[in-house]
């Protein structure tokens, strides 16, 4: 699998995918860690590719500035709703892509369409691929980004990993350990970058309050089931112990309101800023989300939180975190928002180098990778 690769070069060449908004959280302590080896003296050249267009609604003005790192060095405009579409139209760009920029090594972020595109695009041209955020399963071959996972993972040759559960999903499908580094969780790295430089949002003091639940809710597939939904909601409307601050997308926002849902003590905004958001997590009471990137920062911030799901991308928030899951199950959400209001939430734990470093341990790991 790995004899027909080329090694890394004395010059270190990286191109770095993005394929959606939340790849720069993890991508931007990757970009600083980067510019503090070249700063010592380290040969190392990056690129950064958006396989989106820089008009994409999603990133907002401020988000490079919010996430102190730098816009991308290349758009690749691939953006059809249409998943074989994008996935063709990505490889057929990422492949001039690096025609054009050749690279020693292609690092893909999560579990993505462009993820395993761009995989697929550097093993065919004999470049070597990192895959951050390896080794998540769910072990449902019906859920997209599950088939995303197994394609980059089976192509990558580095295969840095946020927890032990990874390292073993890893191995039970026949990696070679000495492939796969146990880095930690660099969606924390972010956080910690950033906590000294988070902006309370100008409605909150309108709110006249500094107790709340955050809601988020992005996974279309529980939109879907209208009736479920309202039923969750209903249940927030009746048992939650804080007014909700719901900061969402417009289809989230439209799903809503077809539905009538709407109740004293919900507040909806706009999505907000990275900056802003990220204050809304910190201060938190208590946090239901459906996104995994949510979990984990709750995790981190030991914050109790509440999934609308039936699995966790990193079970270490649930098995030693402060995340809960309750699947789509409005019984099992009246439960947990009971043990919330009666203050008897679970004390968390921070997972093994969930330390707000893993940027360092990802770049001197490929520095050691140079050096072989």
């Not at 972020?109 to 993820?115: F, I, K, R, W």
């Amino acid at each position: 699998m790995y004899f027909c690769l080329k090694k890394i070069s004395e010059k270190m060449k990286i191109s770095i995918i993005a394929g959606a908004r939340p790849n720069f959280m993890k991508i931007a302590p990757l970009m600083r860690a980067i510019r503090s080896a070249q700063s010592s003296g380290k040969d190392i050249q990056v690129r950064l590719i958006y396989t989106g267009s820089p008009d994409n609604k999603s990133l907002e003005d401020s988000l490079f500035d919010d996430l102190d790192m730098p816009r991308p060095d290349a758009y690749l405009h691939v953006e059809s709703d249409d998943f074989f579409q994008r996935l063709s139209g990505i490889i057929v760009a990422f492949a001039q892509e690096l025609e054009a920029y050749p690279a020693d090594l292609v690092m893909v972020v999560d579990d993505l369409t462009p993820t395993m595109a761009c995989s697929i695009v550097a093993k065919k041209k004999g470049v070597r691929v990192a895959h951050l955020v390896a080794g998540i399963r769910s072990f449902d071959l019906n859920r997209p980004k599950e088939v995303n996972r197994l394609i980059a993972d089976g192509l990558s040759d580095i295969l840095f990993t946020a927890g032990m559960t990874a390292n073993r999903n890893l191995n039970q499908t026949g990696i070679e350990q000495k492939h796969v580094h146990f880095v930690g969780n660099i969606l924390l790295d972010t956080i910690r970058h950033n906590r000294n430089r988070l902006v309370k949002p100008v409605f909150l003091s309108q709110l006249n309050t500094e107790e709340y639940i955050l809601l988020t809710l992005n996974r279309r597939a529980l939109l879907e089931q209208e009736d479920t939904l309202k039923k969750l909601m209903t249940v927030l409307s009746v048992h939650s112990p804080y007014p909700i601050i719901a900061p969402l997308h417009g289809y989230v926002r439209d799903s809503l309101s077809a539905l009538h849902i709407a109740f004293d003590g919900l507040h909806i905004t706009e999505p907000l800023p990275y900056l802003s958001f990220g204050y809304l997590i910190h201060h938190a009471k208590a946090i239901i989300t459906d996104s995994g990137n949510v979990a984990e920062e709750a995790t981190f911030l030991n914050i109790p939180c509440i999934t609308l799901n039936d699995y966790a991308e990193h079970p270490e928030t649930v098995s030693i975190g402060t995340n809960c899951l309750v699947g789509e199950s409005p019984e099992a959400l009246t439960e947990v928002l009971q043990t919330l209001k009666a203050g008897r939430w679970k004390k968390g734990q921070l997972p093994e180098r969930w330390d707000g470093r893993t940027a360092e341990r990802i770049v001197q790991t490929l520095l050691e990778e140079q050096e072989e």
